[in-house]
């Protein structure tokens, strides 16, 4: 089992940037594929980016290109890499942990509780 918690959330203009992070608990992280979710008011949980165990990494469409996913085994930590956000990324972003190869957020296991980004334009 792992617990997860994120950070790094905030308010941030239009073509801003920031960097989450999600720090785990455990001594198994680096065998976790793990990935990054958010969800907007209104609107259901959608992936953002996942990174497997083999430092793999998937985006979705809308992020391609601005946002970086990466992890550090060593500190037991995920970041997210947010640049020239827009005001579509508004939303809590979720970090989460999963054994299984895939980018559903049915197929996670473990969540952590949220940050809120906000991005004003």
């Known amino acids: 089992q792992v617990q997860l918690v994120e950070s790094g959330g905030g308010l941030v203009q239009a073509g801003g940037s920031l960097r989450l992070s999600c720090t785990a608990s455990?001594?198994?992280?680096?065998?976790?594929?793990m990935g990054w979710f958010r969800q907007a008011p209104g609107k259901e949980r959608e992936f953002v980016a996942s990174?497997?165990?083999?430092?793999?990494?998937y985006y979705a469409d809308s992020v391609k290109g601005r946002f970086t996913i990466s992890r550090d085994n060593a500190k037991n930590t995920l970041y997210l890499q947010m640049n020239s956000l827009n005001a579509e990324d508004t939303a809590v972003y979720y970090c989460?942990?999963?054994?299984?190869?895939?980018?559903?957020?049915?197929?996670?296991?473990?969540w952590g509780q949220g940050t809120q980004v906000t991005v004003s334009s």
């Open positions: 989460a942990a999963t054994t299984e190869v895939a980018n559903s957020p049915s197929d996670y296991d473990f």
């Open positions: 455990g001594r198994t992280f680096s065998s976790y594929n």
């Open positions: 990174i497997r165990w083999i430092r793999l990494t």
